[in-house]
């Protein structure tokens, strides 16, 4: 069966620093998501993305966070400046519809620590 | 703004017997989806089972069903003849129909634990 893969599984990185993770989402999806859930606590929902463009973004994807879909195959969260909070598990989504009980499919997560 | 709550932070179940793990939302809409994905220790969430609010009918995944109750705006998971490798962390999740980009909205987790 086809899966979401990450990379890499764990990064870790200077505060500061810029770091950028990277998905490749199922082949014949068309949206993509990016979720984080900061240790113990929920998943939170980051940013959605069709057709090229931001579709929906939550208070936490500020003007440090952004998401691009390069070459077609790959989509990324590229953080600018990290903050020791933005310590996390970062997790890629994709479906094939953005509506209708279609699940969304995950991948294994980056795990980011800010030092 | 909808909210997913899963007062659960951990259940314990012996393995063959049935477990079942709590959820509550709260939306202002008739049309919805609600899921529960499993969350093992290798952090992949997998899809255990999901449930069109328009249906009346309780969703059935072989060993694993759910209880929805639109009024009371509930949907609990139940486990049936649990096994160890049921261990895991269990999120509940919530899906706008009409209008929105799909994007899921979690509970906290409920983390269950199989004893042998």
């Known amino acids: 069966e086809p899966e979401v893969t990450q990379t890499p599984s764990h990064q870790v990185t200077q505060m500061g620093q810029e770091v950028i993770l990277r998905c490749v989402p199922i082949?014949?999806?068309?949206?993509f998501y990016w979720y984080r859930q900061i240790l113990g606590q929920k998943v939170e929902f980051l940013v959605s993305f069709y057709n090229n463009e931001i579709s929906e973004k939550s208070e936490i994807f500020d003007d440090q966070f952004s998401v691009e879909r390069p070459d077609g195959s790959n989509f990324t969260l590229k953080i600018r400046s990290t903050k020791l909070e933005d310590s996390a598990m970062y997790f890629c989504?994709?479906?094939?519809?953005?509506?209708?009980?279609?699940?969304?499919?995950f991948g294994d997560g980056t795990r980011l620590s800010i030092l | 703004a909808q909210t997913v709550t899963q007062s659960q932070p951990e259940m314990s179940v012996q393995e063959a017997e049935t477990v079942t793990l709590s959820c509550t939302y709260d939306?202002?809409?008739?049309?919805?989806?609600l899921f529960w994905y499993k969350q093992p220790p290798s952090r992949q969430m997998i899809l255990v089972i999901r449930?069109?609010?328009?249906?009346?009918q309780n969703a059935t995944e072989n060993r694993f069903s759910v209880n929805f109750q639109k009024a009371a705006k509930s949907f609990s998971l139940k486990i049936s003849d649990s096994q160890l490798g049921d261990a895991a962390m269990y999120f509940c999740a919530y899906r706008r129909s009409a209008g929105n980009t799909g994007k899921l909205i979690f509970g906290q987790g409920t983390t269950l634990q199989v004893k042998p």
């Open positions: 989504a994709s479906n094939l519809r953005q509506g209708g009980n279609q699940p969304q499919h």
């Open positions: 082949s014949n999806h068309l949206y």
């Open positions: 939306t202002s809409e008739s049309d919805y989806y």
């Open positions: 449930q069109e609010a328009y249906k009346q």
